[in-house]
Structure formats: C-alpha cells, structure tokens
C-alpha cells in the first residue's frame, strides 16, 4: 500500500520489482553456502565458484552469447559501459577518431565516452533521431566514415521507449571497420535477445531491470576483442603472476572482475534468469505491446496530453507531456493515489532538448503490470488536469 | 479533513504557478544566481536590487514545477523591502516551515508551504529558489555579484 491505496507501480525502467524466487536464492547463498569464489581451496568457497560460474553460462545462454568467456560480471550497466570506453576506447582510439552515439542515449552511454575522447583526442558525435522516435538511419550513414572507430548505442530509449534496430547498425558500423557497443538495459527486459544474431561487439545490460537484484550488470564483448583488451580495474582475481614492477593478467572475464565480484547478486542473477527463461517471450512481447498501444489510447482522452516520440518502434516505456502541467506536479498527485512513475529529465538531457522539453512524465510497464493498472493512470492524470486547469 | 494531496497544491500556490510574480530580469540588480535542480533539470534565475543594507526589488525567471515556481513567486514578494539579515532569517525560517512543519517563522502567506513537508522529495523543489537567493547575497558580499 502507497499512501493509503494499492501500488501501481509504473517505474519498472527505473527498477522492477524482485520475483520471491530471487530472495529465497540469495538468502541461501549467505546462509548455506557464503565464501568467496575462485580463492579457498575449502568445500564451501568450491560449491559457491561453482554456483557463480554457473550463473555465467546462464547468462551466456540468455544473451545468446557463444561461450561464457564472453561474459563479464560487472556492477551494472553503467559500470560495463565505462569499462568498454576505457579499456577498449582507451586503448584503440587516437585524436581525430570519431566516436558516434545518438541522440537519444541515456548519460551513461555519453559521458563515458566523453571522458575517454578527451584522453585520446577523439570526437563525439550524435546521430541524430526522426521527430518520430526513431533514429535517423540515412544521417547515420553519412557520418560513418573511415575516422569512425565505435558507434555506442542504446538498444531501446530509457525515454521514449523507441528500438534501434542493432542488426542493421552493426552491418553499416562494420563496413567500416567501427565497433558496435550497445546498451541494451532497456531492451533486456522487454525483448528476446541474441547477441549473436544482432552481430553487436558489446552489450551491456542490468540485472535490476530484469527483475533481479541491484549490484550487478551483465556485459557481452567479442572474445577477440576481450582477448585484446588492457584490464580495467587492478587488484585481486585479475591477475596470471604479479611482480613488484609489473605484472600479467589473467584472461578474459577474469581479467575485468578484479576483488571479490557480487556474488550474492550473481546467485540472485542465476534465480532469476532460471525464472524468466521458461516464459514465452513472444507472448511477454505482445502483451506488454498491447499494454502500451491501449495506454497510448486512452491517454488520447485527457485533454493536452501527448507522447513523444509516438511513430516509433518501442518498448513499453511512455514518455507524457501536459500542457501548462510540470512532470514532477503530475507525478505527486499520482503518488498520492498510489501510482510509481518517473518525472523528470531521466538522465537523457540532449534528447529533451531533442524534443524541446526539460522534463516528462515517464510510465514504463512490466511483465506483471495489468489493463485496470492502465486505467489507474489514464484517472490519475485527469485528475492531474482537474487540479492544475 | 484536507488531504495530503490538497494540502500541497493550495489554491495560493496554483495561482502563484499560473501567474507567477516579479517574473522578469531585473535590469539593475545588484546581486544575481541561478538555483540549479540536476535532479529534475529545474532551473531559475533570481535578480535582486540593493539600496545600501535593504532589499528594494526582487525578481526571478526559469522553469521547474508548480511548487518550486510558486515558491519563487512568494519569495521575491517576501524579501522585498526586507534588510539583507532579515531576508536571511527568512530563508532559515521558510526552510524549518518545508522540513520540519515549524510555523510561526515566516509571514503567514509562506505557510502554505507547510504541506510540502509531507512530500519530502519536494523539499528541494520549494527550496531552489531560496537557495539561490541566498546565494546571490553570498556572491554580493564577495564582490562577485551583479
């Protein structure tokens, strides 16, 4: 219960809520089987390496990885995405190189990529997206070029919901030789996903978004390319021999889960991609696009109210505007009736200038959000529009 | 009884948020800042004009939400003709009024601010303005305002 009435919560782009199944299996990793992985030679420390790598193939299973080397537990998205600017970034870019994001990326797939342009002397630039949602694939090919060397984008918009299409990103970005990383934490909780098949060279996805707990990320990368690439963070696990001057480093994923990883979380990841994977993912895609379609239309009854980015391809994520209304008013007075949803900028600034706001109403849907949970919403905003006029 | 709800969003601060007052530049002012929400992405600007220790004009610009905009609108009307201390007791009055529900400190027209204290992510929201008014005294004492 939220201030009297029963949840809507309508925030799951921000963090799902955690399926019992989660709880019980990290509850029993630090009750039966607590130790630390890759390090004891005792029985406990053996069943909970044993438990954690376990999980690494599920995760592999899931991403539509080839092998588990190539994926790298990290603690989150924005964590993985940092990893892959700086160690790969950092190590193949030179000044003049460009690095091309779009327009509509969260802040944690642009600001680590400024950061590393200003070490190495390369440029960011956005690609630009369509008034309707989508982005601009014709802009996109003229500013790919010889200097391109990495085209970061994200797989759905934390804002407006709106689905890049990685396949055909992948194949323009590889005729030139760039290397395609995609933020995939939007996307990974709505649509069935195969690294392989987008032919992506990273992906980056979080675990909380995926109804598991906070604390962990799941990053794809090549296994040449992580082969390749200098380590991240230096410390223990991370390491083939270590000497006074210098040292050597294991190989990949070990090579980036220097100190002990969030073990806990992996198990609680393991629990929870056991959960998801048995869902029909086909049937999990039309209902929560048919959630979406239905909002969208009731929406169309409360008087100056619109979605942007509408003529996209998306995700269920909502992005609402009110007339004359501040998202953050709008988000209060659906608080008070119980109803979870994001007001704000959402830390994705270019693309409300984009679009010419500074903040939205956003609803994002989840697998268990229902049809009366849509018209809680499509209430509480008239109710928004009866206070504020 | 009102609700939490009604409480917040009083008719004072709807009229203040649709038709806000002292929203302009002040083309003489004397001290100047910008209250920034990162936050949200709220931003204002706050003017004020000084005649030796007094307060003489207030004024602000920006956008945010109908309580940081109400808040705004209140605050120049409140400061205007108050000395630079007595401003500054207000923004430590107006700021125990949103966190604590402490009445009495401020003009009975800023209480209806009180409400705010049942929304605590809002505080910042009622606050911004303040802040940056304060900030604009601090900048004047140090010779950087204007």
């Not at chain 1, 689905?163 to 649509?191: F, K, R, Y």
């Amino acid at each position: 219960m939220v201030r009297g009435h029963p949840l809507v919560y309508l925030d799951n782009a921000a963090t799902a809520q955690k399926p019992v199944v989660v709880l019980e299996a990290m509850d029993r990793y630090y009750r039966d089987i607590n130790a630390n992985v890759h390090r004891g030679v005792h029985s406990l420390s053996e069943a909970a390496t044993t438990a954690y790598e376990r999980v690494r193939e599920r995760a592999a299973a899931f991403l539509g990885a080839g092998s588990a080397k190539e994926i790298v537990f990290t603690a989150g998205t924005t964590a993985s995405l940092n990893l892959v600017a700086q160690t790969y970034g950092g190590s193949v870019l030179r000044p003049g190189d460009e690095i091309l994001v779009t327009e509509m990326e969260h802040h944690s797939n642009l600001v680590p990529w400024q950061l590393v342009a200003e070490r190495t002397g390369a440029t960011v630039r956005a690609i630009p997206i369509t008034d309707a949602g989508g982005l601009d694939l014709l802009a996109f090919e003229q500013m790919l070029g010889p200097r391109t060397r990495i085209v970061a984008v994200a797989h759905a918009s934390n804002v407006i919901g709106a689905i890049n299409p990685i396949n055909a990103i992948s194949d323009m970005a590889h005729e030139v030789g760039a290397v395609v990383v995609v933020d995939g934490a939007q996307a990974a909780p709505h649509l069935p996903l195969d690294v392989s098949a987008m032919d992506c060279d990273f992906y980056a996805c979080s675990v909380h978004k995926l109804y598991g707990p906070t604390g962990i990320g799941m990053l794809y990368g090549k296994r040449a390319l992580l082969e390749a690439m200098p380590p991240w963070q230096g410390g223990g696990g991370m390491i083939r021999e270590v000497q006074i001057e210098r040292s050597t480093w294991a190989p990949p994923p070990e090579r980036f889960e220097a100190g002990t990883p969030p073990i806990a979380e992996a198990i609680g990841l393991g629990a929870v991609l056991e959960y998801i994977v048995k869902w029909n993912w086909d049937a999990l895609v039309a209902y929560e696009q048919e959630l979406i379609a239905e909002a969208s239309r009731k929406l169309l009854a409360v008087p100056g109210l619109r979605v942007l980015g509408e003529g996209a391809d998306r995700v269920s994520v909502l992005s609402i505007v009110m007339d004359g209304v501040h998202p953050h008013d709008a988000g209060t007075v659906l608080d008070a009736r119980g109803i979870a949803v994001r007001a704000g900028h959402h830390c994705a600034q270019p693309l409300m200038r984009r679009f010419g706001v500074t903040a939205t109403l956003r609803a994002s849907f989840g697998a268990y959000n229902t049809s009366e949970e849509v018209d809680a919403l499509v209430e509480g905003l008239q109710e928004v529009r009866r206070v504020f006029g | 009884m009102k609700s939490d709800l009604d409480e917040l969003y009083q008719s004072v601060i709807l009229d203040h948020n649709r038709a806000p007052r002292n929203f302009r530049k002040l083309e003489d002012a004397s001290a100047h800042a910008e209250g920034r929400n990162p936050l949200c992405g709220d931003v204002y600007e706050v003017w004020l004009k000084l005649e030796g220790d007094r307060i003489v004009d207030a004024s602000f610009q920006g956008q945010g939400c109908a309580i940081s905009k109400a808040s705004a609108s209140l605050m120049t009307q409140s400061v205007k003709g108050k000395t630079v201390t007595e401003a500054r007791a207000l923004f430590d009055g107006f700021h125990a009024l949103v966190t604590e529900g402490e009445a009495g400190r401020v003009p009975a027209k800023l209480e209806v601010f009180q409400g705010v204290r049942a929304f605590p992510i809002r505080v910042k929201c009622a606050t911004l303005s303040w802040h940056a008014m304060k900030a604009a005294l601090e900048q004047r004492d140090r010779g950087i305002g204007g």
